[in-house]
């Protein structure tokens, strides 16, 4: 996809406009094409469009303007300008670029009803333009050599270090002499004594076609020069053209009342379908995002109820107010005791052996402390005690029945399970 179209309407007289597609780096991605502007307008649907006008319709002047930017640099173009005028100001359109190094500021004026005429060209084609410059703004600048381009009947000359004008006039010969490239020869001889100008050295950028009619001229000519270097255009002058888009000294037309408006609205019909699509993916995320939340939610507290049930088992003394930070501090408190977290679990794995191994016998509550396992036990008989602390003692630990009362079940008990040494709990 074209990143760039870079189109040159014709000259009074012409039909068929010429365009280049250039990709991001400004290399051409096609060949240079040739037609009428509907053709070019397709590919300007998915493009920046940048116009080339006929520099013959167009004055380029660099003059020395005060300091300022806006409406009062504006302002005082026309005045700096006024010689140069031949039309009413009220007619014309002012376009000023960047200040140079020089100090001078380059500026272009075009005939308003000129420039409307080409914008409605454009638009009748479906077109909207980013910029438009003067075609021969795009010549190159050379600072050692004159670039003369020359294109049919005109002549577009540019000097180191100048801004580039043209010349519609034939012969050759004639053309370079109104534009200064070489002496007038009816011009009266220099005065003795007077240093002659020197000589330019130039190069010519023509394309193959148009040399084949002046080649003959030009070398009747080359005396005229100190130098004079041919450059065949063979795809045309526009892919030469297309190396300065991004000159700094080319200025854009339109400015001001022309300056490029946005259609939003038009914009908005364009890219509806996809937005409304992608406002869909968002409200469907943020439901799907939301349901998350929610079963989360849902999750944690099932987790937190199963917390408290399990703390009140192991806890049956201690008023469950945040049972997850308060068995995490009791963990915490056991990791930190003298014994160890080693007691404790092995503790637990001998009273998982000796429960599992008596008959009908469980644990309703336990808490330990300092090497000793409190606990609550209920059991069928008082001999399934007596079996259950027989078991803990193979294990190397003491089981102490502290008391026991007889329920509906059998035995409730509670016992002490320490290992040999520790001192009893109170």
Partial sequence: MPQTLLLRL?????????????????????????GPLSLAAVLARSAKVVVLAPATQILLAEPELPPGSGARLARAVPFALEEQLTEDIDELCFAIGRRQASGRTPVAVVSRSVLQGWLAQLAAAGIEPTAIHADISLVPDNPGQTILWLEKARLAVRRPGALPFAVELTPVAEALVVAGVI??????????????????????????????????EFEGLADKFASLKVQLLTEGPLPWLARRLDAVDAVNLLQGEFARSTDYSARWHRWRTTAMLAGGLLVAHVGAAELKIHQANRETKTLDGEIAQIFSQAMPNETPQSPRRQMESRLDRIRHSGAGPQYFLRTLQALSGAVSAAPKTTIDSLSYREQSLDMKV???????????SQLVAKQGLQAEIQSSKPVDSGVEAQIQIRAPGARTAR
Avoid: H
Avoid at 10 to 34: F, M, N, V, Y
Avoid at 378 to 388: H, I, R
């Fill in 10 to 34: 014709p000259a009074p007289g012409q039909e068929e406009t010429e365009w280049l597609s250039l990709d991001e780096g400004g290399a051409a991605i096609t060949a240079k094409q040739r």
């Fill in 183 to 216: 002496p007038d020869p009816l011009a009266e001889p220099a005065a003795e004594g007077a240093v002659p100008n020197p000589l330019e050295s130039a190069v010519l950028y023509v394309t193959r076609g148009d040399w084949a009619e002046i080649q003959d």
């Fill in 378 to 388: 209920s059991a069928p008989s008082l001999a399934a005690l007596s079996q259950l």
